[in-house]
């Protein structure tokens, strides 16, 4: 199985396999703090600590965490591959900034979102003429129960343009990606070998 952090219905399914005395193997499903995070309470609490094994993609331990990793090669990685025609465009992915932190964890908290959302407008300011105009953001793809990214950018570039379709493909032709926080995104540039 894949995560089961979040979907009530899976969860109870693979409850009553345990309770049966069922064998769980959950997959990574993201990249976004396996096996990198020094705090990585949700999915260790969840699904490190209810899997028999964890699937994950190519590492074999996490911090202090007890979990029995089996290193597999990640279906989604295995197959990225970069494109031979690279384009011009620069691409700056976005991280979800939310409101209010729901866990201690190695990702932006609430308190640093504002220190964030400045330093995102100081490094897109710091882009000379060129390099401007190739700049496409990838803002994350949920803004529950987050400060909202696309007006704030918006408001201070209005000449942006967003990367809301065909990302992956555009990122497989990127000439660089710029990634702020160590999500699946990075992963997947670095295993294309996308300038990061």
């Known amino acids: 199985t894949g995560g ?46 209810i899997a028999d094994y964890f699937l994950s993609w190519g590492w074999s331990s996490h911090s202090n965490y007890k979990v029995n990793v089996a290193p597999l090669p990640s279906p989604l990685l295995s197959k990225t591959v970069r494109s031979k025609n690279a384009s011009s465009e620069i691409i700056l992915v976005g991280s979800q900034v939310r409101l209010t932190g729901d866990r201690i ?53 209005p000449k942006l343009k967003y990367l809301e379709s065909n990302f992956h493909k555009k990122l497989m032709r990127a000439k660089c990606v710029i990634i702020d926080a160590p999500g699946t995104t990075i992963d997947i540039a670095l295993s294309a070998d996308i300038p990061t």
């Open 4 to 49: 089961v952090g979040g979907i009530d219905q899976q969860r109870f399914l693979l409850g009553r396999h345990k309770e049966k005395g069922g064998a769980l193997a959950i997959a990574q499903h993201g990249g976004w703090g396996y096996g990198m995070c020094k705090s990585f309470p949700a999915m260790a609490s969840i699904e490190y600590r």
């Open 105 to 157: 964890a190695s990702r932006i908290q609430t308190e640093q979102s504002q220190e964030y959302r400045r330093e995102k407008i100081n490094f897109v300011r710091s882009l000379d003429r060129e390099n401007s105009k190739h700049l496409l953001y990838r803002p994350y793809f949920s803004e529950i129960d987050s400060f909202p990214e696309r007006s704030l950018l918006r408001e201070n570039f």
